[in-house]
Nanobody
C-alpha cells in the first residue's frame, strides 16, 4: 500500500489548508483511513479518521469543529480540510491506512503510513 500526502504549507493563524492523501484505490477502498500529526519533540497524535464507506468520522477534541475529513473511494483519495488554524496545529501531518474497515483513533490500528506533509501556522 502506498500513500502520498500533499497540500501542506505555511499559513497565518485563522487560515485554512487542505491536505490530500492519494492511496492505491484497489488496496485501500475498503480500509479505514486517518490523519495523524507529529510536532517536533512530541509523540504522534491522532487527528481524524474515516471508515471505509465514509459514513463514520472521528475527530480529536482539539480539532473538532475546525477540521473535516472526507474520502472519495473511486479516486482513492482522503482529504482533510483544516479551518481556523492555530499555531498549535503546526506539525507534520501523516495519512495512514488500516487493515480494518473501521479505522478509529488508535495508532496501533494503522499499518500503512505516508511520508507526511508539513503544516506551519504562524501567530
Amino acid at each position: 500500500v502506498q500513500l502520498q500526502a500533499s497540500g501542506g504549507g505555511s499559513v497565518q493563524a485563522g487560515g485554512s489548508l487542505r491536505l490530500s492523501c492519494a492511496a492505491s484505490k484497489r488496496t485501500t477502498s475498503n480500509n479505514g483511513m486517518a490523519w495523524f500529526r507529529q510536532a517536533p519533540g512530541k509523540e504522534r497524535e491522532f487527528v481524524a479518521s474515516i471508515n471505509w464507506t465514509g459514513s463514520t468520522t472521528i475527530y480529536a477534541d482539539s480539532v473538532k469543529g475546525r477540521f473535516t475529513i472526507s474520502r472519495d473511494r473511486t479516486k482513492g483519495m482522503v482529504t482533510l480540510h483544516m479551518n481556523s488554524l492555530r499555531p498549535e496545529d503546526t506539525a507534520v501531518y501523516l495519512c495512514a491506512a488500516s487493515r480494518s474497515a473501521y479505522g478509529g483513533a488508535s495508532l496501533s490500528t494503522y499499518q500503512y503510513w505516508g511520508q507526511g506533509t508539513q503544516v506551519t501556522v504562524s501567530s
